[in-house]
Nanobody
Framework: QVQLVESGGGLVQAGGSLRLSCAAS????????LGWFRRAPGKEREFVAA????????NYADSVKGRFTISRDNAKNTGILQMNNLEPDDTAIYYC?????????????????WGRGTQVTVSS
């Protein structure tokens, strides 16, 4: 049984930083692509960032490029989303996901496993 647990969310002022973690169990983490998505209140889920299984290909939404960085520690079965210069529009529940295809896809439907999310709130 594959389980993903996000942590690191919270309340931060605009311009601040947060570091989200995604702890994976029950899966050979290193062969999966890692994705981060978010859902803001009243909006549909949207892509944030993705990292291929090898870590050699990363993909970011235009809205977070230059501010967010995705990474992974395969030895610890953990994915990371470093978020800097946060803006109120980044307020959302953030979800991590794994894709067995191993590509850094922005399409949520391609991801087989999902965490329950962690809340990020950015105040102005």
């Amino acid at each position: 049984q594959v389980q993903l647990v996000e942590s690191g969310g919270g309340l931060v002022q605009a311009g601040g930083s947060l570091r989200l973690s995604c702890a994976a169990s029950g899966a050979t983490f290193r062969v999966y692509a890692l994705g981060w998505f978010r859902r803001a209140p009243g909006k549909e889920r949207e892509f944030v960032a993705a990292d291929s299984w090898s870590g050699q290909t990363s993909n970011y939404a235009d809205s977070v490029k230059g501010r967010f960085t995705i990474s992974r520690d395969n030895a610890k079965n953990t994915g990371i989303l470093q978020m800097n210069n946060l803006e109120p529009d980044d307020t959302a529940i953030y979800y991590c996901a794994l894709d067995v295809r191993g590509e850094a896809s922005s399409i949520g439907a391609k991801y087989e496993y999902w965490g329950r999310g962690t809340q990020v709130t950015v105040s102005s």
